[in-house]
């Protein structure tokens, strides 16, 4: 059963979409509906992304979607694993549609693409464009589904268990208040190898309720945030690998009576990887091989904070990141060479998000990022 406030939070998200279901995200329809008219107005630069960071074979999947498609596409930036091909994708939140159509092209006519989201009306444009991209990309059979339902709630959606190879979302976890339990469906969800690739918010400790219970820190994507070590927590309880970080950005608030209530709180935009592994042997180090190929990282793949790949190049590798290169759907694209532990040296992995960004020198004002989108604009959590 939903605690008071969580139950709060849904009610006003579904009033919200039933009467706004193009404008932008919210919890509170006189911030967002009244306040928010452009991404100028935001407090804090929480749900920006630059666009010149979208690699450019995905930009040119994106000319290709009907552009009433992406009219009512309100989100920020991308979320987009490697390899991609043949692949069983969710999306978590999928709005209208923008995303998935782009990664139907990605995963191709063996692939297909779920997209959920709890807004009726963004499903149905969805659906209406999904003969005219069919036709478009050139595919006999359609490789794109449509869902409404929640993410808190998979399951009762339809979501099959152990169906897919990748899971993604894009500042939608933060918005829902039992996180746990939408992590509990996407492991459920997920092929043993598969993973959880997802970009969110998270808290340099542990939320205080002043923040929580803040209607524009929560549509600003910040009174939700969670901790960032419990994230680890949560995972690892529930199965999953420990979370590999792959990007993080310092959030900066512009509104001095914001700043007096986030006090000595801190929050970052983070990107993490999240493996489901079958129970095998312990993997052992190991010196691996990028073979290269891996459509828009051929010669370099970058894969989290800690380690960038480059084609032909040898390198040693931890325990954790072997058995997670070994048994997901990049073992084909390394070679793999075990090596004497004794001379092997350990290497200090990045998992804090915070020390990430502090040193990235990445610290970016949201008035260089007029032309982008809120994250929260286009994304959907809970019901």
């Given at each position: 059963m939903a605690a008071p406030r969580d139950a709060e939070i849904h009610k006003d998200v579904q009033f919200f979409f039933s009467w706004f279901p193009s404008g932008p995200w919210l919890l509170s329809q006189n911030y967002y509906g009244n306040v928010l008219k452009t991404s100028a107005d935001l407090q804090t630069n929480a749900c920006v992304t630059p666009a010149t960071l979208v690699p450019k074979y995905i930009r040119e999947t994106l000319k290709n979607v009907h552009e009433d498609v992406?009219?009512?596409?309100?989100?920020?930036?991308?979320?987009?694993?490697?390899?991609?091909?043949?692949?069983?994708?969710?999306?978590?939140?999928?709005?209208?549609?923008?995303?998935?159509?782009?990664?139907?092209?990605?995963?191709?006519?063996?692939?297909?693409?779920?997209?959920?989201?709890?807004?009726?009306?963004?499903?149905?444009?969805?659906?209406?464009?999904?003969?005219?991209?069919?036709?478009?990309?050139?595919?006999?059979?359609?490789?794109?589904?449509?869902?409404?339902?929640?993410?808190?709630?998979?399951?009762?959606?339809?979501?099959?268990?152990?169906?897919?190879?990748?899971?993604?979302?894009?500042?939608?976890?933060?918005?829902?208040?039992?996180?746990?339990?939408?992590?509990?469906?996407?492991?459920q969800a997920l092929k043993y190898g598969g993973e959880l690739y997802f970009s969110d918010v998270y808290a340099s400790l542990e939320v205080p309720e002043d923040i929580r219970s803040h209607k524009v820190l929560w549509g600003e994507c910040l009174g939700g945030a969670l901790y960032w070590k419990d994230l680890a927590v949560i995972a690892q309880k529930l199965g999953f690998c420990p979370p590999r970080l792959v990007t993080a950005n310092i959030i900066t608030v512009h509104n001095k009576e914001l700043e007096s209530v986030i006090?000595?709180?801190?929050?970052?935009?983070?990107?993490?990887?999240?493996?489901?592994?079958?129970?095998?042997?312990?993997?052992?180090?190991?010196?691996?091989?990028?073979?290269?190929?891996?459509?828009?990282?051929?010669?370099?793949?970058?894969?989290?904070?800690?380690?960038?790949?480059k084609e032909g190049e040898a390198v040693d590798v931890d325990e954790e990141t072997a058995a997670v290169l070994k048994n997901s759907r990049f073992h084909q694209d390394f070679l793999f060479t075990p090596v004497d532990c004794s001379e092997a040296e350990t290497k200090d992995l990045i998992r804090d998000p915070f020390k990430l960004a502090e040193g990235s020198d990445k610290v970016t004002s949201r008035h260089a990022l007029d032309d982008a989108g809120s994250c929260c604009g286009k994304k959907q959590s809970c019901c």
């Open positions: 992406t009219s009512r596409y309100y989100g920020c930036g991308l979320v987009v694993p490697e390899r991609l091909e043949s692949c069983q994708v969710l999306d978590l939140g999928c709005g209208s549609g923008r995303d998935c159509y782009m990664l139907s092209q990605l995963v191709g006519e063996k692939g297909h693409v779920t997209g959920i989201d709890m807004t009726e009306v963004q499903v149905e444009v969805a659906k209406t464009y999904l003969e005219y991209h069919m036709e478009k990309f050139g595919f006999q059979a359609p490789n794109v589904t449509f869902i409404r339902g929640c993410i808190e709630k998979l399951a009762e959606a339809g979501i099959r268990k152990e169906s897919y190879d990748i899971v993604i979302s894009n500042c939608v976890i933060n918005l829902v208040p039992d996180k746990q339990q939408v992590l509990h469906e996407v492991y006090g000595d709180c801190r929050f970052v935009s983070a990107t993490f990887r999240l493996f489901k592994l079958p129970e095998t042997e312990p993997a052992k180090r190991c010196q691996v091989v990028y073979k290269g190929g891996i459509t828009g990282h051929e010669k370099e793949l970058i894969f989290d904070a800690n380690y960038t790949f």
